[in-house]
């Protein structure tokens, strides 16, 4: 019986050893949200020598947050606990060519170039996994799963587990403690690369890598505002579907119609199987600020001198409704 690898991805104990030396080598602080992208919703403010956002604590919808600039906002401390500064270094290979793409994004000619319409592809990919609803579904998923392995051989593969004992003491198992505390054994090496972050560290780059070739097949459409603006939240990335007159979010790749991501006041990039129209109306754009506020964590940002905060207030109440439950 493997008894190392039960669970684990197919390549994470190599890659967990390659990454070795590097572990102790981190970033504390880490974007969830890219300072590029969150640079699209910046203006000049006051008495600032660099542009700001303003941020929404969604929490205290009633107090009024400084602006901020954006290295101070969409981050995370300690969101990779294990080997990040090589993740960041990754992470940056996509950065790098944001703002050239973005700039076609809103000049319009990006979509009739490849290399654009990859890196735009690219940050999709990235705030999709590199994202704290990634981290809940890991943390979730994982916790899930041992128990229910543990069950599952300690029931339905007892008379392997009782092999492997035969095999490693010479002695046959005289009661169940025995077989459960090898069952425990089994699973304490990944339950020690859960804890000290290496196995969401290399689970997170190997997830980054197959969303990107996933979403390489779709195709990409760049949204518009026939009214209105467009703000971001601090978990940005959102599969959504269409049922009805409905919009749900917050499903797998797979079983969504696009994923949307706002890059500035006045464009969103979405992906998916078909091409979507590329004009919305001022409900539609109103309906995906408030997937943006549903989704958010606990902040949303815009522009300092945008008109939505009455409507990021009033929905706020929503969200902090739907977070107690």
Not at 19 to 47: G, I, R
Not at 142 to 155: C, I
Not at 211 to 232: C, S, Y
Request: aromatic share 8%; proline share 6%.
């Amino acid at each position: 019986m493997n008894v190392r690898n039960t669970g684990s991805g197919s390549r994470d104990p190599e890659r967990i050893a390659e990454l070795a030396p590097k572990a102790s080598d981190n970033v504390k602080n880490q974007h969830v949200v890219s300072q590029v992208l969150l640079s699209e919703f910046t203006t000049a403010v006051e008495h600032t020598t660099v542009e700001h956002v303003q941020p929404y604590d969604l929490q205290h919808p009633e107090r009024r947050s400084k602006t901020r600039p954006p290295r101070g906002v969409g981050k995370i401390e300690n969101f990779v606990l294990w080997a990040s500064t090589s993740l960041e270094t990754k992470w940056g290979e996509v950065e790098r060519e944001l703002p050239c793409a973005f700039a076609a994004a809103k000049a319009g000619t990006a979509l009739g170039d490849p290399r654009m319409t990859g890196i735009l592809r690219d940050v999709i990919a990235l705030h999709y996994i590199r994202s704290q609803h990634y981290r809940e579904v890991f943390d979730r998923i994982f916790n899930e799963f041992v128990p229910r392995q543990r069950h599952w051989l300690l029931t339905e593969r007892a008379d392997q587990l009782e092999a492997a004992y035969l095999q490693r003491t010479g002695l046959p198992p005289t009661g169940p403690q025995e077989l459960a505390a090898l069952a425990d054994e089994i699973f304490s090496l990944m339950i020690e690369q859960y804890r000290d972050g290496s196995l969401l560290r290399v689970r997170i780059e190997d997830s980054f890598n197959r969303a990107r070739e996933l979403m390489a097949q779709n195709v990409l459409t760049i949204l518009e505002p026939e009214e209105g603006e467009f703000l971001i939240g601090d978990n940005p990335a959102l599969t959504v579907r269409k049922e009805g007159d409905n919009l749900f979010f917050g499903m797998a790749l797979g079983d969504s119609h696009a994923t949307v991501l706002p890059i500035g006041p006045h464009h969103v990039l979405a992906l998916g199987p078909i091409p979507l129209r590329s004009r919305l109306t001022k409900s539609e754009v109103d309906r995906l600020n408030v997937l943006q506020i549903k989704a958010a964590r606990r902040y949303v940002y815009t522009r300092p001198d945008s008109l939505l905060g009455a409507m990021i207030r009033e929905a706020s109440y929503l969200w902090i409704v739907d977070n107690l439950r």
